[in-house]
Structure formats: C-alpha cells, structure tokens
C-alpha cells in the first residue's frame, strides 16, 4: 500500500509512550488495535465513553492476544477542563511522549442540529479544532523533552480533504450556517494549526502531519487506520514541505491553509478563545502583542 516511492514496515515502539484520541470506533479503533501491536511501553486511550473504551480493549486483545500495554484514560472533548485535567494528569504520572494521535472529531452526520458545549463554544468546532489545539499545547513541552534525532516526536491530525471548502472569517466567527459548513472549516482549521505547528516546532526533533484516511463508509477501518500508519512511519523520498497527506502521499493542501499570516491570526485567536474559559499558557502565545487590538483580526 502507498507510492512507489514509500516504504513502509512495522515499527518497533518499545519503550515508547502514545496517545489516540477517538479510538473506541471505527479507523480509531482499528488504529489503537495496529499501535498496541507494534509494542509501546504505554498506549493510553484518550475517550468520552469509559464503556466504549472497555470495548475497544477487549477489541485489541482479540486482534493481539493481550491488552497489556493499553489504559483507558477519560477526556471529553467537549469539556475544556476535562482535556485540562487529562493533560495535567499525563504530565504527572507518565511524563513522556512520543506519538500523539490526534484523532477524534464529529462529523456533519452525526449533528442533528447545532448547539453548544458546557464552554459555549459550538461543539464541532470545540471538538474538531480547538479542544485538540488546547491538547496539543498542553503536550508540546512533554513532547519535545521525549524526542531524539534517533526517534523523533510526531503529532498526527487526522484530517479530511474537504478542508478545502472550508472558510475562516474572524468579524462573522460564529456565523456558520449548517453543521456542514462547521465542519469543512473546523477541516481547514486543522490543516492550518499542523502547518503553523512545523513552523514553530523548526529546530526541534517534533514534526506535525495531518492525514486525510479516506472515505471510510466505502472501505473498512483497518484500510482507513493504514492510510494514517503508513505516511506517519514510512521513510520517503518525497519531501514537499506541506506535511499534508492523502492517499498516502503527501500533497499540497488548499492555498488557505499555507497562508502563513491566516495561521498566526487563528493560532492567537484560538490561545484567546481559551484563555477566556480555563487557565492556559500556550509554549508559542504571542498573546500580548497580537491582541493589542482586536482590530489587527479584521483586516
């Protein structure tokens, strides 16, 4: 599976530590079943639902034979206190990093209608977008002290390649007009957020990727998980600088989501929205002299 020009084999994650959000259905479950496989000192199983959490564990040990090296931990995306909580919990009692699957998400279909989380935010964007920035910063640190040049850090963003519809607007931010169009700009949100990651993480041995797996509905889980493995552990010859993958390959994402000033002013927009709501101090905020004035977000 892949380009001629990838090469791809089982990695060997002894004494490695991971993180999968979004892993108790579908590619996520299959993904957490593949990354137990390849031997991490500790996979933890980041879920809203502790009972669909038991269930992917007894899922992992039918595939491997054992469940050992997996925890189920709680997080609701939803929650930015409970994410907070996760974060600071990891921190303390496992203290390394190396992989962080960044894969949970709610899609269009599963919305009956807009509404809003506990933090009134509008939950597609909370949980698509903002809660996984909050995550991620909240790990970068972590992250970085467990990379090497011999084992580099990687977060991985599972995306989709409908961010190319998606829009940003900072004067109507709020002003969606369907759960799908939340959606596709959450999309975009990602992809902009990974790129903006690689430009602040240059000079450290931690890269950020963002994957599209394909349209699952038509192919199975495992098919879709591989589509995320394969880019995120395979060693290629092509390199295009865009960190973006689909179909295996990495290929160039929408203009929006290479326009590095977009990024900047979504990267302080996001460290506002949360400095509002939980106590949160971004390792790259440039917070105080970005918001100076709201109006440098209109123009």
């Known amino acids: 599976m892949g380009s001629k020009q990838t090469k ?13 959000t979004g892993a108790t259905t579908g590619v996520g479950r299959s993904l957490a079943a593949f990354i137990a496989s390849y031997n991490p000192k500790k996979l933890i199983l980041a879920v809203r639902n502790r009972a669909k959490g038991e269930a992917t564990l007894e899922f992992i040990e039918t595939r491997n034979g054992h469940s050992n090296n997996v925890e189920v931990w709680d997080m609701d995306l939803a929650d930015l206190k409970s994410v907070k909580s996760f974060a600071e919990k990891f921190i303390k009692e496992v203290g390394e990093l190396h992989l962080l699957f960044n894969n949970a998400g709610s899609a269009p279909m ?37 990379a090497s040049p011999e084992f580099p850090c990687k977060i991985i963003n599972t995306n ?4 190319r519809l998606g829009t940003i607007d900072f004067e109507n931010f709020s002003g969606h007009k369907s759960a799908c ?72 994402p929408s203009d929006k989501a290479l326009n590095e000033a977009l990024a900047k002013k979504l990267w302080d927009y996001s460290d506002k929205l949360l400095k509002s709501k939980v106590s949160y101090c971004s390792s790259y905020s440039s917070f105080s002299s970005s918001f100076r004035s709201l109006r440098s977000l209109k123009r």
């Open 181 to 252: 169009h939340i959606y596709v700009n959450t999309k975009l949100m990602g992809v902009i957020f990974s790129n903006e990651l690689n430009r602040k993480l240059k000079g450290t041995n931690v890269s950020s990727l963002a994957i599209h797996p394909g349209l699952i509905k038509s192919k199975s889980p495992d098919y879709g998980a591989l589509q995320i493995l394969i880019p995120t552990f395979s060693i290629s010859k092509r390199n295009l600088g865009y960190s973006y993958y689909e179909n295996c390959k990495e290929v160039k």
């Open 8 to 20: 791809y084999e089982k990695p060997d994650l002894t004494g490695k530590t991971v993180i999968i």
């Open 160 to 163: 989709s390649k409908e961010h």
């Open 110 to 146: 599963e919305l009956m209608k807009i509404k809003n989380t506990k933090n009134n935010f509008e939950v597609t964007f909370q949980v698509n977008y903002l809660s996984q920035f909050l995550l991620t910063n909240l790990l970068l640190d972590t992250l970085k002290k467990s």
